[in-house]
């Protein structure tokens, strides 16, 4: 094991962090909203709207369709207009932010759907606004749902901070790469695995418990 080992795995975790830290906060909180307009407006729901979400039905496979490696390319300008270049951990962010709203959004709209309709048309029946609706019914009722999709999305933003790390992000995957793979460090390589894995699983853990926790609260409550 040679001397800069562990200098070089805590810049690659650090620099991973932090892109995983920013990039699930804002896509958490745009797939929020993007999956909360998709229930809303659908066939039958508080404010249906059939083009509006046909329209984002649409950008959403659309930019699922997208290779993420093709993604990061793409957004390279904007990445650049934002943040003022196209290199990093910065400028990765906002590739792994777009990237991973779509399918947070899915995410959200399918543990939004598992609400029972009944509770919706009980706080309608009692003239609850929309806003009420969703914000005291519908994501109270799916939240330990929503924890796990959120839990699973972070988990899939960690594997993508590796992709972008092939391109000049930084981070585990640019140490596993130019480091591990590139000069046969087989010590790095090795290391940056294990660091992975333990991230994954921590967040995995984390997530479990959190939704737990909630579970177990309600149901005592009820």
């Not at 800069?4 to 958490?28: C, I, K, Q």
């Not at 083009?51 to 300008?77: C, E, H, M, Q, T």
């Not at 969703?134 to 999305?153: D, K, Y």
């Amino acid at each position: 094991m040679r001397d800069d080992l562990f200098d070089l795995l805590w810049e690659g975790l650090r620099e991973t962090l932090f892109m995983l830290v920013w990039s699930s906060f804002f896509a958490v909180a745009l797939g929020l909203a993007l999956g909360i307009v998709l229930v809303v407006t659908d066939k039958g729901h508080i404010l249906q709207a059939a083009a509006i979400n046909k329209a984002f039905s649409l950008l959403i496979g659309g930019v699922r369709s997208i290779p993420f490696i093709i993604l990061i390319v793409l957004l390279l300008p904007v990445a650049r207009m934002i943040v003022g270049t196209s290199l990093g951990p910065t400028a990765a962010i906002v590739a792994l932010s777009i990237g991973a709203t779509p399918f947070l959004g899915r995410i959200v709209e399918s543990s939004l759907k598992e609400v029972s309709g009944g509770k919706i048309e009980a706080a309608i029946a009692v003239g609850a606004s929309p806003l009420a609706i969703i914000f005291r019914v519908l994501i109270p009722e799916a939240l330990p749902a929503l924890v796990r999709g959120v839990t699973i999305a972070i988990i899939s933003i960690t594997e993508l901070t590796a992709v972008a790390g092939a391109i000049g992000a930084g981070g585990l995957g640019s140490l596993a790469i130019r480091f591990g793979y590139q000069r046969f460090r087989e010590d790095i390589m090795f290391a940056t695995v294990l660091v992975i894995i333990l991230l994954v699983q921590t967040i995995q853990w984390t997530g479990d418990f959190i939704a737990k926790t909630i579970h177990n609260r309600r149901f005592k409550l009820e």
